[in-house]
């Protein structure tokens, strides 16, 4: 299923090391992943350490639950008795455990993908999954995976291409993206922010895709804790946009109910 970053020939893998006919050759991590990404720049790629583990400890205190759930039920749906899942910017590794554990409740088999640029976060997922997938470091914009090779591929608060989904998955197969919707943590933002911005819903996907549905989540969280309260705030994308003043008044914070709001989206591809 995985191809060379290098040169797109397939890659057979071994117990330490992956290789393809023309001798590119990589290395399997200690923590049991492939890091198949071209751009080794020293500075880091994705979410940094901390963000993903203020997003495993909030992940894990089950308060997007219900968004796990309703992904878990929409996925095993779809899902043909056996295949290809494809997570594709999985982060800390939260939905692909759920996912692959509901798949396989409903006497799925699903030979299971998942990969992230970020390298901590892959470490995560692997650790966190064990053996129970192939696990890779890489771009959602160059994914190292042959040409329709997914039956069902998961964009999760991610960012893609359309143009590289649409080459992966099978003719007829699926995208499932998840977005913050116009009104998620908007009473968090607003204790922080002067100017708070809603989410703007993110614009559909192109011709490549018809999209099959559209579901709205609604909820509310209660933080009861400061700290719980600044575990939620790192691991949103507005960590590291906020100032001295914003950052007194988050501290200042002791409990706050909050509002979630997701979408979720269904694509089939055209083929
Ligand atoms: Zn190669």
Redesign the pocket.
């Known amino acids: 299923m995985l191809i060379?970053?290098?040169?797109?020939?397939p890659?057979s893998l071994k117990e330490k090391s992956a290789?393809?006919?023309?001798?590119?050759s990589f290395d399997r991590a200690r923590q049991g992943y492939w890091n198949l990404l071209m751009d080794n720049s020293s500075h880091g790629h994705g979410d940094d350490k901390k963000m993903l583990q203020s997003r495993r400890s909030f992940l894990e205190g089950g308060y997007y639950e219900p968004l796990a759930d309703q992904l878990s039920e929409t996925v095993a749906e779809l899902f043909p008795r056996r295949g290809v899942l494809l997570d594709a910017g999985c982060g800390e590794g939260y939905y692909t455990q759920k996912l692959d554990a509901a798949l396989k409740k409903a006497g799925k088999e699903p030979s299971l993908y998942a990969f992230d640029i970020a390298k901590e976060a892959v470490r995560m997922t692997a650790g966190k999954l064990e053996k129970k997938g192939t696990f890779f470091v890489a771009s959602t914009f160059h994914i190292p995976m042959k040409t329709a090779s997914a039956d069902v591929a998961l964009s999760l608060f991610a960012p893609y291409s359309e143009e590289e989904f649409l080459r992966v998955l099978r003719p007829q197969g699926y995208l499932v993206r998840a977005v913050p919707l116009e009104d998620h943590l908007y009473r968090l933002k607003k204790a922080v922010y002067d100017h708070p911005v809603k989410n703007e819903k993110k614009a559909v996907i192109g011709e490549g895709f018809v999209l099959l549905s559209e579901t709205e989540l609604r909820g509310e969280i209660r933080l009861d804790s400061p700290e719980k309260i600044r575990t939620l705030f790192g691991m949103t994308p507005y960590e590291k946009k906020t100032g001295l003043r914003e950052r007194a008044r988050l501290e200042s914070l002791s409990e706050l109910s909050v509002e979630t709001h997701f979408g979720i989206f269904v694509y089939r591809r055209r083929g």
């Open positions: 060379c970053p290098k040169c797109g020939l890659l290789c393809c006919e023309n001798g590119h």
